[in-house]
């Protein structure tokens, strides 16, 4: 009776947030349902494709956006850019910043068809003056709406002004008078929509049923609402496309990949727990400049053929020992001396990095310091039951690491042509990925300090 007991415990707590989540995912959708304005689509008159486009970018100083605004400036069949951030000033400094980060070529910023904007999308009017916004309303052809915090540790109601910003961002294309009728809007979301393997093996390009992210972290509930919002914007007449994307990677010119982003953390706490985590399956990681050209293939698709969902990830996944195999590499050839890190199962891997941690009794300041993949809450317990799982199904081909989902990448192959040719990422990568990292100061906290890259 006392285990029949148990299991019911545990059956509510495993319910009971799940339900919790769903509710408050529903209501934000209904909250912002884009059918509470009446009629739109009557409005709407019927689009051609026009001889020059005119896009509205917003998120343009983070990492994919510096990509798409380069990439954009590089297109002659753009003539006008508005580059939507926020921010009080320095638009300009950020951007440059931004683009010698990445080694682009800082001489595309001087181009007169980019117009940098200091926006709010909270606000109704999106933060700009009458001049600016009636311009867009009046000649825009193209919304790609990119900004998005990347934070593991927020929950659905933090992302509420970002979601209050979507829905803003869409009614302005809504009242959109050009010429050649409304503007096509595309949303970058999420792999983590998708929810657990234990489901289902693949994400299909499909929209989601909300129980299929219950599951999920604040973010990609967050990234699923506006999913939803944007369907019923495209039932209402506008031409929307949902781009989910794949996890995405620093190329092998600059390396640029965030140190804030999960792998980077796993790497630099590795170096201070003394081993790397063994993890089945295999990666669809895709470099951010192939991603920015494939979103840009799309926004270039015929109106009347753009799907409601297209996948983007790499076409080539590549076995995480493959990875992880080239990181031991880098840090061995970086330590000048000695062995390679060894290997250990994740679950492993994460009961000695919190052994580690409680031997120097590290404060929580010290711990997040040395030990940086910690600070992603419950993300190690849920990678170390995710990998123990795919272990008990005796399976790693062509599957996803930690339980995560397989993108189906049919329409992606179909209407990004840049995505087929994509090359598979090799040791190159990985090595300008460290050595970026190293510049950055990722390293620098390990408790056993190495020599360079």
């Known amino acids: 009776m006392s285990a029949i007991c148990d299991d019911f415990e545990r059956s509510l707590r495993f319910v009971e947030p799940r339900a919790a989540a769903m509710r408050d995912m529903e209501a934000m959708i209904e909250k912002y349902n884009f059918n509470k304005v009446p009629a739109l689509g009557r409005q709407f008159k019927k689009q051609s494709k026009p001889g020059k486009e005119r896009v509205v970018l ?9 990509y798409l605004i380069a990439l954009l400036l590089q297109n002659d069949s753009v003539e006008k850019i ?7 000033s320095g638009l300009m400094e950020r951007q440059r910043a931004s683009f010698e980060d990445k080694k682009l070529d800082t001489e595309l910023l001087k181009d007169k068809r980019l117009v940098l904007l200091k926006g709010n999308l909270v606000d109704e009017k999106l933060g700009l003056d009458m001049e600016d916004l009636d311009d867009i ?18 929950r659905l109601h933090a992302f509420e002004p970002n979601i209050k910003g979507t829905y803003n961002l869409l009614d302005v294309a809504a009242s959109s008078n050009a010429p050649t ?5 595309m949303f970058t979301s999420s792999y983590t929509v998708g929810g657990s393997v234990k489901i289902a093996a693949r994400l299909l390009e499909t929209p989601l049923a909300t129980e ?21 914007a495209r039932a209402s007449g506008l031409v929307t496309c949902i781009i989910r994307l794949g996890q995405l990677t620093g190329d092998n010119i600059s390396g640029s990949w965030s140190p804030d982003h999960w792998f980077p953390r796993m790497v630099a706490t590795s170096l201070s727990t003394g081993c790397l985590p063994d993890v089945i399956g295999s990666v669809s990681w895709l470099p951010l400049i192939s991603a920015a050209q494939s979103i840009i293939d799309v ?14 990830s790499h076409p080539q996944p590549i076995e995480w020992a493959q990875i992880s195999s080239w990181v031991a590499e880098a840090l061995w050839t970086r330590g000048g001396n000695g062995r390679q890190l060894p290997k250990l199962r994740f679950k492993e891997w994460a009961q000695q990095t919190k052994r580690m941690v409680s031997a120097h009794g590290l404060s929580e300041v010290e711990k997040y310091k040395h030990f940086p993949f910690t600070r992603i809450g419950g993300m190690m317990e849920d990678f170390a039951d995710g990998d123990e799982w795919m272990r008990s199904q005796l399976t790693s ?14 329409q992606g192959r179909r209407w990004c042509p840049s995505l087929r040719n994509v090359p598979q990422l090799g040791q190159s990568h ?5 050595r970026y990292w190293e510049r950055k100061g990722l390293f620098s906290n390990a408790l056993v300090p190495k020599a360079s890259l």
């Open 299 to 312: 926004c270039m698709v015929l109106p009347s053929d753009l799907p409601a969902v297209i996948h983007v």
């Open 212 to 232: 299929v992210v219950a599951d999920a972290m604040g973010y990609g509930q967050s990234k699923f609402v506006v999913e939803k919002i944007l369907e019923s």
């Open 137 to 154: 309303r009046e000649t825009a052809t193209i919304f790609i709406h990119n900004a998005w915090p990347v934070n593991f540790n927020m």
């Open 181 to 185: 009728g409304p503007p096509r809007f």
């Open 82 to 88: 508005w580059a939507l951030n926020r921010g009080s």
């Open 430 to 434: 990985v090595i300008m990925w460290m």
């Open 58 to 66: 917003t998120g343009t100083t983070g990492a994919l956006g510096t």
């Open 397 to 410: 081909i062509g599957v996803e690491p930690f339980t995560l989902k397989h993108l189906d990448i049919s």
